[in-house]
């Protein structure tokens, strides 16, 4: 948190949207995101998605990576470029309706003024 805040405000950003999107990923987020990723490369792969019981050990980590790391791998690229598109349209569509609503304010100021 500390390092998005600094970030923010050295780049001069919303602090606390900032701030926000460092909880978005957390350690009882993680699984349930890397597992969609993983069924969704699956899915775009066109491969039966590979069952497995979670162990937290390295060497479930190194049995396990060889089966995973394709289709978790494009998950992750497929749902960050969906995310990022989807977040880009939706900053642009609340800016667009936000300069509406100024220009709009605006008028009926200028309007009520004369």
Request: contains cysteine; proline residues 5%; positive net charge.
């Amino acid at each position: 948190m500390l390092v998005a805040a600094a970030i923010a405000i050295i780049v001069r950003v919303n602090l606390p949207v900032s701030i926000g999107l460092v909880w978005v990923t957390n350690p009882i987020t993680m699984p349930p995101m890397f597992y969609f990723a993983y069924k969704t490369g699956a899915w775009v792969l066109g491969s039966p998605a590979h069952e497995f019981n979670f162990e937290l050990s390295f060497e479930w980590l190194k049995l396990e990576l060889g089966y995973i790391w394709e289709p978790f791998l494009l998950g992750c690229l497929v749902l960050g470029l969906l995310s990022a598109i989807i977040g880009y349209l939706f900053v642009r569509i609340l800016w667009r309706f936000h300069i509406f609503q100024y220009l709009k304010r605006r008028r009926l100021r200028k309007h009520q003024a004369s």
